[in-house]
């Protein structure tokens, strides 16, 4: 998969063309999805999508002053995804339905005050609120669906106080109203992340987004979803979800969850609630790729694996390096080193398990800057489709210099790779490759080592790696 949008592009309305003309590479290089940017309109024509304010205009109507989104208008984005579908590339559309912005006008309504780094205590006495939270979507003029929201579809608001710009955090008050259960328990309840919170305990709200899901997957023709901020939602809504746009779609609607935690205990249990059908982002595994990439050779390699979900749900796992929230300047900023990033793609690209995503911004670049890593991309994902299959052998044993060994199969003739990592000096490793390879010639293909190696008459060979690199051996055809 790959996340085909990073936090600094251009608004030039241009995404979806680019898409479109990148299709024919993309399957080339063995992107088999792409998950696409939220292609709904936002509070203005600049953000990212996750400021969302109507999810029915996908880039069609005149609203916000403005017709297309960031990344291009309706009709740009279906021709986008037909030319993706021609290519055999599924398309994940980002998902966002834990809150909206932009409201069209005010309204009067009761709230309470909650204290931020608690959101179950109140900090003062119900009172009447004047805040926009009125929807109308007149640009759109009932198209689709004639839905409008009001202060009680939401669940809770936020203001920054001037002068000293700190942000108040506002319950609304009603009958049968609180914050949602199933979600995290971080500040006490973390239901409310920004803008104008749905009350997904609301049927109104229930309807229309279960409505929505329904329609964006046929309008658009999707393959699945990215579901955003889902630590914010609750639980059982997002299983609703699922089940009834997976009806809809005949079964098959892949569905990723950004559950943005680092303790894998969390995850599993979200998965216990919504069911094995979700698959994670794998949040502990890119902390870990992280921490190693901050720590240099103080980071023991061998734990790399340890609770990390792909090792223990390697069915839900999506693993990936970076993505537009930890790219640098970000809200959740923790992008992985550069020097570390071949290693890690490495690892998430040629390892048995897992579905792994590439970052946009790690392939192309970011802010509009050429990516250093695009050309060990490349080889890495040619590497996947050409040796990365059969048994798997986790060579994880000592604290600086670690190793995987495919080793390959029947019907990919000359698979098999082994891989070594370095986070220290340089390294070697005795790793057994099968019986049947002996006296094969393997090299070196990350350019990285220029050399080759026999493999010996017992299937095993000692493969070396250099320091802070990655090392990738396969056997030699000519
Ligand atoms: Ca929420």
Partial sequence: MMQYFEWNLPNDGNLWKKLKEDAAHLAEIGVTAVWIPPAYKADEQQDEGYATYDLYDLGEFDQKGTVRTKYGTKQELQEAIEELHKHKIQVYLDAVMNHKCGADYEEKFPVVEVDTGNRTETTGEPFEIEAFTGYDFKGRNDKYSDFKYHWYHFSGISMPQDPDRVEHIYRIVGEGKYWSEGVDGENGNYDYLLGNDLDLDHPEVIQDLLHWGM????????????????????????????????????????????????????????????????????????????????????????????????????????????????????????????????????????????????????????GGKESPHRQILDILLDARRKYAYGQQDYYFDHPNTVGLVRRGDDEHPGSGVAMLLSNGEDGEKEMFVGENRKGETWHEITGSIDDTITIGDDGKAVFPVHGGKLAVWVQKTE
């Fill in 215 to 366: 329609w964006v997957a046929k309008e658009l023709n999707l393959d699945g979803v990215r579901l955003d901020a889902i630590k914010h939602m609750k639980d059982l809504f997002i299983k609703q979800f699922l089940e009834t746009v997976r009806a809809s779609r005949e079964g098959r609607f892949f569905a990723v969850g950004e559950y943005w935690n680092n303790d894998f205990d969390s995850l599993e249990n979200y998965l216990n609630v919504v069911g094995k059908e979700l698959n994670l982002f794998d949040v502990p595994l890119h902390f870990k790729l992280y921490q190693a990439s901050q720590e240099g050779r103080d980071f023991d390699l061998t734990n790399l694996p340890d609770d990390t979900l792909v090792a223990r749900y390697p069915q839900n796992a999506v693993t990936f390096v970076d993505n537009h929230d930890s790219q640098r300047g970000s809200s959740l900023e923790s992008q992985i080193k550069d020097w570390f990033k071949p290693l890690a793609y490495g690892l998430i690209l040629l390892m048995e398990k897992g579905y792994p995503c590439v970052f946009y911004g790690d392939y192309y670049g970011l």
